[in-house]
């Protein structure tokens, strides 16, 4: 079966630098996603992670260790607008579907 | 279009009733997705579609949910007998493996709200 844990909720401040893990346990792995979600909102994308090591855009980073099966998602110099769910998903592609598994995700609350 | 979009984004009905709901993926997009979001969780997934048909429906919860994409663009969820369990907000999601950024990044579109009286 499918796996995949993150910490529920997490507050940071203003300015700060908070890092969201994922640990995942799959029956296959195709890589691993970040996605942003505002309340009431669609998820969007942030990052993916098919390869071991750290991918960085801009103020957000994402890390994978395939062995260890453990991702994080690193926010730097954190804003107000960044509060909001951060939900880690795994594709384990099988017969051909490219579909997504999901952690329960995990709300950030930015404090000034 | 420029991003998913979804109709209706809130739709609220009676036990027992029929709903469809419509995604237009992005242009070009051949992969469509639908998952399925309750309070509180992280989306659930429920088909896949790869052009016109339906390549993994492993995730649809009882043969009450239906879905189909007859011409590999738009798609249609279809509930039939609608239960209060049902209330949820129905994601869709495309990809195309044209991105040089991502293989198979998945766009969701805002999503229906779904309330089951």
């Known amino acids: 079966g499918q796996n995949i844990d993150q910490p529920t909720e997490m507050t940071a401040t203003e300015g700060a630098i908070v890092q969201i893990n994922c640990t995942y346990q799959?029956?296959?792995?195709?890589?691993l996603f970040w996605y942003q979600q505002h309340a009431g909102e669609a998820p969007t994308f942030l990052s993916y992670?098919?390869?071991?090591g750290l991918e960085e855009k801009g103020r957000f980073s994402s890390f994978l260790s395939r062995s260890k099966g453990y991702s994080y998602l690193l926010l730097k110099e954190l804003q107000m607008k960044d509060s909001a769910s951060y939900l880690c998903?795994?594709?384990?592609?099988?017969?051909?579907?490219?579909?997504?598994?999901f952690g329960k995700g995990t709300k950030l609350s930015v404090i000034p | 279009g420029a991003g998913v979009s979804q109709t209706p984004s809130n739709k609220v009905t009676e036990k027992g009733k029929y709903v469809e709901l419509r995604c237009d993926p992005i242009?070009?997009?051949?992969?469509l997705y639908w998952y399925r979001q309750s309070l509180g969780q992280g989306p659930e997934f429920l088909i896949y579609?790869?052009?016109?048909?339906?390549?993994?429906d492993s995730g649809l919860p009882n043969d009450r949910f239906f879905a189909v994409r007859p011409e590999g663009s738009v798609s249609t969820l279809k509930i039939q007998r609608t239960e209060r369990g049902d209330s949820a907000v129905y994601l869709c999601?495309?990809?195309?493996?044209?991105?040089?950024?991502?293989?198979?990044?998945?766009?969701f579109g805002p999503g229906t709200r779904l309330t089951v009286l």
């Open positions: 998903a795994v594709s384990a592609a099988g017969a051909g579907s490219y579909q997504l598994t």
């Open positions: 799959t029956s296959g792995f195709n890589g």
């Open positions: 992670n098919v390869l071991d």
């Open positions: 999601a495309s990809s195309g493996i044209s991105s040089a950024e991502s293989t198979d990044t998945q766009y």
């Open positions: 579609f790869q052009g016109t048909g339906a390549a993994d």
């Open positions: 242009s070009g997009h051949t992969a």
